[in-house]
């Protein structure tokens, strides 16, 4: 499966967007999905996570109430909600696909970036 991380850019503190997870294939639809995040001179971290269903979701105590992870398995796409964001939430963000429990930090395939600046 291919993916295809959009929807980054430049906003004020307080404000949100919308990423969204573009991919090719139909097992997507099996497939739980992962944001991530890799702000500079940092490690990569953990944002978000959604079951193939819909049905479970997990987040990152950073973003958990400010974020909202959701998918439409009919256009095969992943999206993440970013509400209050915060000049820390500046990073490129990724998603990530694979097999198993929102709960794993494991991904076997992963898109390009998409860079959230939030200015102060």
């Known amino acids: 499966v291919q993916l295809q991380a959009s929807g980054g850019g430049l906003v004020q503190a307080g404000g949100s967007l919308r990423l969204s997870c573009a991919a090719s294939?139909?097992?997507?639809?099996?497939?739980?999905v992962g944001w991530f995040r890799q702000a500079p001179g940092k490690e990569r971290e953990f944002v978000a996570a959604i079951s193939w269903s819909g049905g479970s979701t997990y987040y990152a105590d950073s973003v958990r109430g400010r974020f909202t992870i959701s998918r439409d398995n009919s256009k095969n796409t992943v999206y993440l909600q970013m509400n209050s964001l915060k000049p820390e939430d500046t990073a490129v963000y990724y998603c990530a696909a694979s097999y198993g429990s929102v709960y794993e930090m494991n991904y076997a395939y992963w898109g390009k970036g998409t860079q959230v600046t939030v200015s102060s």
């Open positions: 294939g139909r097992s997507f639809r099996t497939y739980r």
